[in-house]
């Protein structure tokens, strides 16, 4: 869990997709985002719906990248959406270790 969150926070993407990301939190609901993002009907665990989004995000980031114009502004912000909410659904660790 740590080593997903740590991964999650030494993630760099462009300003403006993660500005969209926080904008769209919002309106993120779990029940209906995560289950047409995943194709599953009943969404995993936070945890493991984090790591299978980082790895679709990643993928992603690659198509962005290469200047695939198989790329997807939009379904990239999704991802991003989830993960940061997904992300917030993760007990922290403790402050006292």
Do not use: C, W
């Amino acid at each position: 869990m740590t080593d997903t969150l740590s991964m999650l926070k030494a993630l760099r993407r462009p300003r403006l997709l993660i500005r969209a990301a926080r904008f769209g939190l919002t309106d993120y609901r779990r029940d209906r985002d995560l289950s047409r993002l995943m194709h599953k009907s009943p969404p995993p665990s936070p945890r493991q719906a984090l790591g299978a989004l980082m790895e679709q995000e990643e993928q992603l980031e690659e198509t962005r990248l290469a200047g695939d114009a198989a790329y997807s502004v939009s379904r990239h912000v999704e991802l991003l959406i989830a993960m940061m909410a997904e992300a917030r659904l993760l007990p922290r660790p403790s402050q006292n270790a």
